[in-house]
């Protein structure tokens, strides 16, 4: 009889906990306020699928986690609890994978960097890094499915010279004809040096068919230091992309007038290797560009940077091939008192989605969204407190995510 009193009262106060959790995250669900989007131009569905993700401080008050989408705001405080439990963000794209191919998705993390998915496959091509015994056991763990059959195709294999390394990352998939492409950054052990790959395998065949080392870079040298970022690849044409593009940006260190050692940056340049000649080329960025590789993206020949201006923000169109600035667009989106916060950006399926980072009660971010194609500007708009007496005149609001769904 004991035992199932205890369990009884266990039921219980599970039931009030849940209760309390509830009841607080209502109560507290008055304390924040609604943000909206208010369009100045343009078409208002083009940002129906968008979602924006930051940080909402209350004057005073710690920061709140905070998702802003035409449907509505919702805080951490408002989320269920199995989603406070796992917090995490899971990017859109594989929210959906793991609906639709279940079976597929099983044991997989959420990293979108090792999926490559066309009408007819979806690839996942990670690398292992072994168990906690035998740890940097690095071997390739890739899987083919092919949706029209439903058939799974999987092998591993070892990585070259997995001694070398103290850790590889995946950082893209491509494929075509059969051909998986993986690119891979990894650090070689005991020195200050990064390696970029491409591994080539034959699916089919099953086995490894080149590793080509497109890129090697030691961090520290006796007068300065370096820093290589590859730029995001985005394949709206459904094509297989032609380059791999990487930002360098080398920065030598100088002494100031009482005495104090600091790093200046000197150069950025664009290294780019070509998939298909394995040829590799590095240009110097023209001084209109800050080369910044997180608002960076590559689509066929084209690298797009998205940086701030003095008239707003920029969105500046740069030609592998020709070396040269093909279109620069400017967005009037920032204002004075943001120019130390700066823009944040995305591009999905063809269009460039641009936030200001910051807005408070006396400064509105902006938003626009932008056709790359043409360089049209199809969406101008504001964040807006929906209703100002629910805000607190000093809050502060802070990005830190751009989602279309």
């Known amino acids: 009889m004991m035992r199932y009193w205890k369990i009884i009262s266990i039921t219980i106060i599970s039931i009030l906990a849940i209760g309390a959790f509830y009841i607080q995250s209502a109560l507290a669900e008055n304390n924040f306020p609604d943000f909206t989007f208010t369009i100045k131009s ?40 199995l989603d406070l439990i796992n917090p995490y963000y ?92 993986v690119i891979t950054r990894q650090s070689v052990k005991r020195k200050n040096q990064n390696e970029f790959h491409v591994y080539r395998f034959d699916v089919s065949a099953q086995k490894l068919i080149s590793d080509d080392l497109i890129a090697s870079y030691q961090e520290e040298n006796d007068t300065g230091w370096s820093y290589t970022d590859l730029i995001s690849s985005s ?62 993206v590559l689509i066929g020949k ?40 700066g823009l944040l950006m995305k591009i999905h399926e063809g269009k460039m989605y641009v936030a200001n980072l910051f807005s408070d009660r006396d400064t509105n971010g902006g938003i626009a969204v932008i056709e790359l194609d043409t360089g049209e500007i199809v969406y101008e708009g504001f964040i807006n407190v929906e209703n100002l007496k629910t805000a607190p005149p000093g809050y502060e609001l802070f990005l830190n995510e751009i989602m279309v769904q």
């Open 302 to 341: 084209m690298v797009y940077f998205g940086q701030d201006s003095e008239a707003g923000g920029e969105l500046i169109a740069y030609n592998i091939d020709s070396e040269e600035i093909d279109s620069n667009q400017t967005i009037d989106l920032l204002s004075k008192e943001q120019e130390d916060f």
């Open 235 to 296: 394949n709206t044409s459904g094509e297989e992309n032609k380059y791999i593009a990487f930002v360098k940006t080398i920065l030598e260190d100088v002494q100031g007038e009482g005495g104090e050692i600091y790093s200046e940056e000197v150069a950025k340049e664009l290294v780019t290797y070509n998939l298909e000649t394995k040829q590799m080329k590095s240009t110097e960025l023209p001084d209109e560009i800050n080369g910044e590789s997180h608002n960076a």
């Open 90 to 181: 899971i990017n859109p794209k594989i929210k959906r994978l793991q609906k639709e191919y279940r079976g597929f998705m099983r044991g997989k993390e959420n990293n979108i960097a090792p999926f490559y998915e066309d009408e007819k496959l979806l690839v996942y091509a990670d690398v292992d890094w072994g168990s906690m015994i035998n740890d940097q056991d690095f071997t390739f763990d890739i899987e083919v499915l092919e949706k029209e059959s439903g058939e799974t195709e999987a092998f591993e294999l070892e990585v070259p010279e997995k001694n070398k390394y103290d850790y590889i990352y995946v950082e893209n998939v491509q494929m075509a004809d059969e051909e998986l492409k």
């Open 42 to 81: 343009g078409d208002e569905e083009a940002v129906e699928n968008l979602m924006l993700q930051g940080s909402y401080y209350g004057e005073g008050e710690k920061g709140q986690n905070v998702t802003i989408q035409t449907t509505g705001t919702a805080y951490s405080n408002n989320n269920s609890l």
